[in-house]
């Protein structure tokens, strides 16, 4: 009869221990970090929704001027082709910045759709993040305070 060694079986039984601790930790590891990534964006859309209500409250209170309203975010207001557009550009922490150091941009697009007899100045808003795209974006209506 051939004589096996405890040892030999204590080995094995290591290598699977191991091997076991070895994939909850992977599994663990991959938890952790969409966690990480799921908590970035969720605070990304956070500071969107804010910037995007702080700027729909600027174009409300100045009755649909893009130029006012741009004064008070900090913006840039250019007309191209007949449209109207109001850019104002963040960093990382939500401060407004110049254009070649911005991670997110606000962007408030004239929609010419808006209707003069009932003093209606329209638009649409939208926040993107730089090298991902677009974060949240929705129509905004205000009353025009000309005749």
Same mark, same amino acid.
């Given at each position: /009869? $051939?004589?096996?060694?405890?040892?030999?079986?204590?080995?094995?039984?290591?290598?699977?221990?191991?091997?076991?601790? !070895?994939?909850?930790?992977?599994?663990? #590891?991959? #938890?952790?970090?969409?966690?990480?990534?799921?908590?970035?964006?969720?605070?990304?859309?956070?500071?969107?929704?804010? #910037?995007?209500?702080?700027?729909?409250?600027?174009?409300?209170?100045?009755?649909?001027?893009?130029? /006012? !309203?741009?004064?008070?975010?900090?913006?840039?207001?250019?007309?191209?082709?007949?449209?109207?557009?109001?850019?104002?550009?963040?960093?990382?922490?939500?401060?407004?910045?110049?254009?070649?150091? !911005?991670?997110?941009?606000?962007?408030?697009?004239?929609?010419?759709?808006?209707?003069?007899?009932?003093?209606?100045?329209?638009?649409?808003?939208?926040?993107?993040?730089?090298? $991902?795209?677009?974060?949240?974006?929705?129509?905004?209506?205000?009353?025009?305070?000309?005749?």
């Amino acid at each position: /009869m $051939k004589y096996r060694s405890k040892s030999t079986l204590f080995l094995i039984e290591q290598l699977i221990v191991i091997a076991v601790f !070895a994939i909850c930790a992977t599994a663990c #590891i991959r #938890i952790v970090t969409s966690a990480y990534f799921y908590a970035i964006d969720t605070r990304d859309i956070s500071n969107a929704l804010l #910037i995007a209500e702080s700027g729909a409250d600027s174009f409300k209170a100045t009755g649909g001027d893009y130029w /006012m !309203a741009g004064e008070m975010l900090g913006g840039v207001v250019e007309n191209s082709s007949g449209t109207t557009t109001l850019t104002v550009y963040y960093d990382e922490h939500w401060q407004v910045v110049k254009n070649g150091q !911005a991670h997110y941009i606000l962007r408030l697009t004239a929609d010419r759709s808006g209707d003069p007899i009932l003093r209606l100045s329209s638009g649409e808003l939208s926040i993107e993040k730089v090298d $991902k795209g677009l974060i949240v974006s929705f129509p905004i209506a205000a009353i025009t305070s000309s005749q």
